[in-house]
């Protein structure tokens, strides 16, 4: 888990004044982990919010007080709450006005001077590149989301649409979405996503970076077909094509007469997701979201590899 400078950015843009409630400790049973964060903000209706600390009691009062809690508070789930997890969290609440003064990499802060324990972290997380969430006594340390694993789609009918949907709020994602006109397009582009319009789609390969992740899904076969060819020719961590085993067979066909051997071929997943799923669209989305979840550490190697 990690802080979304981003989105709370954008919340920030959208509402004015927004609060950010994170869980900061646990102890013994708790429905979500340390780093968990939901954003708050008023509305005529009452508060408003996007995230989650685990939904039931907890989240209900702690999105009611957002504005009034104080910044650190203990709750035991039994006693305060009611609920049956039977440990204890701590919530740290704040209040934002603008998101200029977090840091890209690491937010550390808290009352009075920065203590030593903190430093240590800070210059431990820094050397090795690794942090995680952890109040240490009244200090809130957190790494800072940064969209680090580029996917890029192609083709944005109905799956394409879908899967981006399903895909975008997941900070870590710097998606590209390609088709070959705007009006393929729908008309809100969600947070974070980049729109690329291209007659030629598959002459914008070169442009992605070798350890990005690709899902192909146009609405042309000699286009997908065309895309696999460059993006096997191009390099990349993880590549994956919607269609049918019979589709695949004749790909295999066509992508070894254009020169590429089978174990490259190979890198190709097809069919992409999981088709036990079904072929609704965002039957389509779920198996690749939770595919493309799963080769987060696949790509993390790939990233060691070759940094």
């Known amino acids: 888990m990690s802080f979304d400078r981003e989105a709370l950015r954008a919340a920030i843009a959208t509402h004015g004044r927004v609060a950010r409630v994170v869980v900061a400790e646990v102890q013994g049973s708790a429905p979500r982990e340390v780093g968990a964060a939901m954003l708050v903000w008023q509305t005529d209706n009452g508060p408003a919010q996007s995230g989650t600390i685990g939904g039931g009691t907890l989240e209900y009062e702690a999105a009611r007080h957002a504005f009034t809690a104080p910044r650190l508070q203990r709750l035991p789930l039994g006693p305060a709450m009611g609920q049956c997890c039977g440990g204890a969290v701590t919530l740290l609440t704040e209040v934002f006005e603008d998101a200029d003064a977090i840091p890209e990499d690491i937010f550390a802060r808290g009352p009075g001077p920065m203590p030593f ?91 992605a970076p070798p350890e990005a992740e690709h899902l192909i899904l146009t609405y042309s076969h000699a286009l997908d077909l065309e895309l696999c060819h460059r993006v096997l020719s191009h390099g990349f961590a993880f590549a994956g094509l919607i269609g049918s085993r019979t589709k695949w067979a004749r790909f295999r066909n066509r992508l070894r007469d254009l020169g590429h051997t089978n174990a490259q071929i190979d890198r190709i997943c097809c069919p992409i997701g999981q088709p036990d799923l079904g072929k609704h669209p965002q039957a389509i989305a779920v198996g690749v979201a939770a595919q493309v979840i799963s080769q987060r550490e696949i790509t993390e190697s790939y990233g060691e590899r070759t940094g």
């Open 117 to 207: 324990a903190v430093k240590k972290a800070l210059t431990e997380a820094r050397a090795q590149g690794v942090v995680t969430p952890k109040l240490y006594g009244a200090w809130m340390v957190e790494p800072v989301t940064r969209a680090t694993r580029p996917i890029w789609v192609w083709g944005a009918g109905h799956v394409g649409r879908a899967i981006v949907t399903t895909l975008a709020p997941l900070p870590e994602l710097a998606i590209t979405w390609v088709d070959t006109a705007a009006a393929r397009f729908p008309d809100h582009i969600p947070d974070g996503v980049t729109r690329l319009v291209a007659a030629r789609p598959d002459t914008l390969v070169p442009y």
